[in-house]
Nanobody, 122 residues
Framework: QVHLVESGGGSVQAGGSLRLSCTASGDISRRDCMAWFRQVPGKGIEGVAGIGRDGSTVYADSVKGRFTISQDNAKTTLYLQMNSLKPEDTGLYYC????????????????RGQGTQVTVSS
């Protein structure tokens, strides 16, 4: 069983930055990727950024060049550095573990956290 807990959300003005963290526990060693998703009311769920066991990364087009995903050496903490934030980045951000494969890292997951709210004002 995998347990994921996010932190670091908050409110920021457009152009600002936030750093999200996700602490993972449980049987996380076999995951193929860890990713950040965001949920926006009325717009569904979007995979934002993912990182594989070998450090390979993938990003949604909407955040390329602005967001950076990383993990600590122990691979138990996942980060999302978000710069140049826009109002459309507002949403509930949650981290997720995927055991299906890196190629679908931003399209599915086996476990997710409760999420942390990010609000960007114009």
């Amino acid at each position: 069983q995998v347990h994921l807990v996010e932190s670091g959300g908050g409110s920021v003005q457009a152009g600002g930055s936030l750093r999200l963290s996700c602490t993972a526990s449980g049987d996380i060693s076999r995951r193929d990727c860890m990713a950040w998703f965001r949920q926006v009311p009325g717009k569904g769920i979007e995979g934002v950024a993912g990182i594989g066991r070998d450090g390979s990364t993938v990003y949604a087009d909407s955040v390329k060049g602005r967001f950076t995903i990383s993990q600590d050496n122990a691979k138990t903490t996942l980060y999302l550095q978000m710069n140049s934030l826009k109002p459309e980045d507002t949403g509930l951000y949650y981290c997720a573990a995927n055991f299906f494969g890196f190629d679908i890292c931003l399209r599915g997951y086996n476990a997710r956290g409760q999420g942390t709210q990010v609000t960007v004002s114009s």
